[in-house]
């Protein structure tokens, strides 16, 4: 088999691969835009939940759990599926100056990074590969937190997760709420239907679910940039190997038809 037939195999190889790495891109785009989509509504109503939360510690600022004597609580959200650089291994090296008791793992490539770290991480999770797979994940990890707070209530939940926009780390503080917003008590507190601890203990509830389903968003949102960036690069290399070697083909297929040539005149002349 000739150099330059071989080197037309491998070219063919690089082009199948460029055929998956450019669908896994459009994928990526397209998980981009419908997360985008969503992110005007999903930040509506996390600060409708925020703002009725503090309205209740205008007028019971002792229902907020203090930070004293609680459960460190870390909550990593990494990625389910790779082509995604450094993603993951940013966040464990994050997590790991950050103190806390007990960790959460989310997402299956995150968990697989875990034995060469010093995480004590009691949970795993799966994470969400899309974003219709979000809620499944935000249930799981609300009846996590749930059962965390019924054997400790004293706990505080830090969730350590990439920026959507900026792809930067960022660690939120998501329990107890940041009373820092909501002033003193106020002289005349708001008329409750229910009795303050059973109405700020819903509130919880619903706070819990629409911040972890946001962070969740922000999450995969942040790392299908990741991926659109790693494979993009992909693409462009080996579309940038694939001209090389179509050069480098051409070379060889231009001596070898020289070489045929002059086995041509040998043989005219030997006649």
């Known amino acids: 088999m000739t150099q330059s037939h071989d080197l037309q195999l491998h070219i063919t ?14 994928l990526a785009f397209i998980e981009i835009h ?4 969503n992110q005007a509504s ?18 019971h600022p002792d229902l907020n759990p203090q930070r004293y004597n609680v459960i460190q609580v870390l909550l990593v959200l990494g990625s389910e599926r790779g082509f995604c650089g450094d993603f993951n291994d ?9 103190p806390h008791t007990t960790a959460i793992a989310v997402g299956n490539r995150l968990v697989n990074r875990l034995p060469s770290t010093c995480l004590n991480i009691q949970n795993t999770l799966a994470g969400a590969n899309v974003s219709e797979e979000i809620p499944v994940c935000v249930n799981q990890l609300a009846g996590l937190i749930q059962s965390l707070k019924k054997t400790s209530p004293s706990f505080a939940l830090t969730v350590l997760y990439h920026d959507k926009e900026s792809s ?23 008329i409750l239907q229910l ?8 509130l919880a509830g619903h706070y819990w679910f629409v911040m972890l389903n946001q962070l969740l968003q922000d999450s995969l949102l942040a790392e299908n940039h990741k991926r659109l960036q ?15 070697l179509h050069r480098k083909a051409q070379i060889y297929r231009q001596e070898e038809i020289t070489e045929e040539i002059e086995v041509i005149l040998l043989n005219s002349d030997n006649i």
Do not use: Y
């Open 13 to 26: 190889q690089l082009q199948d691969i460029r055929s998956i790495l450019n669908a896994m891109k459009n």
């Open 34 to 37: 419908k997360l985008s989509q």
């Open 42 to 59: 999903q930040q509506q109503a996390t600060g409708h939940i925020h703002s009725a939360m503090m309205e209740v510690l205008h007028g």
């Open 90 to 98: 940013r966040l464990l090296a994050a997590a790991e100056k950050i």
């Open 168 to 190: 930067e780390l960022c660690n939120r503080s998501l329990w107890p709420v940041n009373a820092a917003s909501a002033p003193q008590a106020l002289d005349n507190p708001p």
């Open 195 to 202: 009795p303050p601890q059973q109405l700020f203990t819903q």
């Open 230 to 244: 790693h494979l993009e690069g992909a693409v462009q290399h080996l579309d940038n190997e694939t001209a090389r």
